[in-house]
């Protein structure tokens, strides 16, 4: 089993609709999940991380947090064809080190 | 955030030399991360560098084919030895701080021909 688990995709959703996107993790002790954006050919640009069971929402985005679960999940509201991208989940776990672990990332493509 | 750089933003390199990447950060952290980004996959760490000590290698990673200085808390370089097609690559640093989620640098794109 991966670590860190993600639908490779692409999910493709029309313009304005609701994008979910999944994560699973294995190590229950993790402690930070993050997610990041990257669009082909630049660095990956965090945009939301979240430490606490529950939800987390910033703008169009929420991340919901389900430790019991182990699972992590990216709602982006109001798609727009900007968001099309790769999303790449990932967690630091609980040897306290600071590395992240991440997930192979799902493709979005937004369509107008 | 940390304002970060990195030198070279690309480069074509032949097979067999060598190429040492910048990571230029502009306030003072206690490690840093370097990623690798293989095409269409996700990003792997390399290892860990600190200041006044040897970095730390991931498993399938090591020292003679990457070697890192950290000399100070805001610069660290990573070279890639001996480079082979399979290197070719996008590369990361990440400074870390307990206070501070991660963030990267905007990445070295590596072809090795």
């Known amino acids: 089993q991966k670590e860190v688990e993600q639908n490779s995709g692409p999910l493709s959703v029309p313009e304005g609709a609701i994008a979910s996107l999944n994560c699973t993790y294995s190590?229950?002790?993790?402690?930070?999940f993050f997610w990041y954006r990257q669009y082909s050919g630049k660095s990956p640009e965090l945009i939301m991380f979240i430490y606490s069971n529950g939800d987390k929402e910033d703008g169009r985005f929420t991340a919901q947090l389900n430790k019991a679960s182990q699972y992590v999940s990216l709602l982006i509201r109001d798609s727009q064809p900007s968001d099309s991208a790769t999303y790449l989940c990932?967690?630091?776990?609980?040897?306290?080190?600071?590395?992240?672990?991440f997930g192979q990332g799902t493709t979005l493509q937004v369509k107008p | 955030s940390a304002v970060i750089s990195q030198k070279p933003s690309r480069d074509i390199c032949q097979r067999g030399t060598s190429l040492t990447i910048q990571c230029q950060v502009d306030s003072q952290v206690t490690m840093m991360f370097w990623y690798r980004q293989q095409p269409g996959q996700s990003l792997t760490l390399i290892a860990t560098a600190n200041q006044g000590s040897e970095a730390t290698y991931e498993s399938g990673f090591v020292i003679d084919k990457f070697p890192i200085s950290r000399p100070n808390l805001t610069f660290s370089t990573l070279t890639v030895s001996n480079m082979s097609p399979e290197d070719s690559s996008i590369y990361l640093c990440s400074p870390y701080r307990e206070t501070d989620t991660q963030y990267f640098g905007p990445g070295t794109r590596l072809t090795v021909l």
């Open positions: 990932a967690v630091k776990g609980s040897s306290n080190t600071g590395k992240l672990i």
């Open positions: 190590d229950r002790g993790s402690q930070s």
